[in-house]
């Protein structure tokens, strides 16, 4: 709790005290290694991916999932880019930014929305072994995050890049609707 203490007054220090913050902050690496390593250990905790009838023919699929926010400030996160595999092969990768982006409250969750155009990167028949896995792991994960806003609104942008995370469970649902 002390070490995320200090992030919040470092980032407040950054804020306030700074005309252009973003610079100010990226140059101090503590800070930001603490929001890396905060965001590493485990940003997204759930996976839900949707198949439909057209997953099999384009390899794409919806997923979407939930984030946690691990440190005492809003975090708004404007988009993502990631790759999913199991054992360092990769089978899923996309690249989202979110219409609307996604405000995770301090300490708290918030679901990402439908992310669509996930691609199946070793095919839809080849990726149906790792659906009893359960899990996916995150192979790299790039995020443009804003730490420190109020509603979704403001904050400092940080782009983190290289993100991995294992064992992220993983749900698969079958919409056969269309
Ligand atoms: C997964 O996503 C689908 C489609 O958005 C939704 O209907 C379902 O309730 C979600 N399941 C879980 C466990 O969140
Ligand atoms: C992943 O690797 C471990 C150790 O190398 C092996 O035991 C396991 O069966 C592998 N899992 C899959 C799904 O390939
Ligand atoms: C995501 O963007 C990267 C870098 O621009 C690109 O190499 C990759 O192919 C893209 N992935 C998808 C699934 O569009
Ligand atoms: C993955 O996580 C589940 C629970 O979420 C746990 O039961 C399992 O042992 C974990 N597997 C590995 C390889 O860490």
């Known amino acids: 709790m002390a070490r995320l203490t200090?992030?919040?007054?470092g980032l407040l220090a950054a804020?306030?005290?700074s005309a252009a913050p973003a610079p100010n902050v990226l140059e101090n690496r503590d800070l930001l290694g603490e929001i890396i390593d905060a965001l590493g250990i485990g940003l997204v905790t759930k996976i839900n991916a949707t198949i439909?009838?057209?997953?099999?023919?384009?390899n794409l699929l919806f997923i979407n999932f939930e984030a946690q926010n691990p440190l005492i400030f809003e975090l708004t996160i404007d988009q993502v880019s990631s790759t999913a595999g199991i054992n360092g092969t990769e089978y899923a990768a996309f690249n989202?930014?979110?219409p609307t982006p996604v405000v995770v409250p301090p300490l708290g969750t918030a679901n990402s929305g439908s992310i669509p155009n996930v691609l199946?990167?070793?095919?839809?028949?080849a990726s149906l072994n790792i659906i009893p896995l359960g899990y996916l792991?995150?192979?790299?994960?790039?995020?443009?995050?804003r730490a420190l806003t109020i509603d979704g609104k403001l904050g400092i942008p940080l782009v983190i890049t290289g993100l991995h995370q294992n064992n992220v469970s993983t749900t698969y649902n079958l919409d056969l609707t269309d």
């Open 6 to 9: 200090s992030i919040f007054f």
């Open 15 to 17: 804020l306030f005290v």
């Open 52 to 58: 439909t009838l057209d997953t099999l023919v384009t």
């Open 96 to 98: 989202y930014t979110f």
């Open 120 to 125: 199946l990167t070793q095919g839809a028949i």
């Open 137 to 145: 792991d995150l192979l790299n994960v790039n995020v443009n995050v």
